[in-house]
């Protein structure tokens, strides 16, 4: 009898015994192993996919270097790259360079998904409240009519009454100049003038400012905005090759708290940091990179561009849920889009002649 047989009953014919299978070893699970996760963090490539993914700080982070210089150049892909990368870091489809799930997407997904509607749904009421008001009148003032009537009453004498006037006191009249000072704060202008690579610190006293500046170089000429730390506030005022001569902005869009601007040049360049209560009142026409102030009504806003690269057009109205990007085309461009009231400041970015008509 072998090893895999039951014993033969005792008494049972030869021809009538049957063999019995010893009951089979049992099987052991087998533990599949957890595949690997990035060391990326979900909530970091949602928050730079949805606030900086104009700038393709996303794909930097991940790791995506190439994909991230061309949706850098692109400027998200004109807003369709920025919104297709969104989705993927939300729905779980975004990987890291190496193919890997983002870390803490199970546990953090319905938290992205509430505040990126609940964000998207308040932006859109607050726009269309803001594009219904217009700018409020102050109501004049008007002299108390009791005092008339008193002057009427008033006895005859012998000698003349003298009937002192109210004294009305003049409101003091908000300008946007005095609404950007509030909102950005100030500091004195700050000139600086060198030669290539160089650092140069920001005033304090003011969250947001503009830097007029010019390149007599033939070479890349750039300048970012850096925190305490050195790090990266997400901003990238200038980046162009050869001389330039315009007006940019720091700190509508920081990712941080501005301390040093990081020049990279290979000719000589100048720098003037102003306040954003500096800038002009909006012009009806121009060139280059500009920023105004436009205290207007809501409406709409008539724009011409015959450049090459890209035309972008900014409205920052220091609102929580402004949704300031009116205009954003590469090369030529002409068309009307909706204005916001004023006061705000607009930022223009452009490598060629443009125009402008608020109605």
Sequence with gaps: MTTSQRPVPTGVPTTQQEQFLLPAPPIQAVTMPNPPISQKSFMATWLFSWLLGIFAVDRFYLGKIGTGLLKLVTFGGLGIWWLVDLILVLVGAQRDKHGLTLAGYGQFKKVAWIVTGA??????????????????????????????????????????????EPVVEAAPVDTVQSWADDAFGTFEVVSQT???DNLVTLPAGATAGIVTATHDGSSNFSISVLDAANASTGQLLVNTIGAYNGTTEYGFSSFGEDATLQITADGNWSLTIAPISAAPVLAASGAGDGVFLYDGSAGKLTATHDGSSNFAIIEETDELFSMGLLVNEIGPYSGTVPLSSGPSAIVVSADGNWTLLAE
Excluded: H, K, R
């Design 194 to 196: 060198g030669f290539g």
């Design 119 to 164: 964000v998207t749904v308040l932006s859109m009421i607050v726009s269309g409240i803001n594009a219904g008001n217009g700018p409020s009148e102050s109501p004049a003032a008007v002299a108390p009519a009791a005092a008339v009537a008193d002057a009427a009453d008033a006895p005859v004498v012998d000698e003349p009454v003298v009937l002192e």
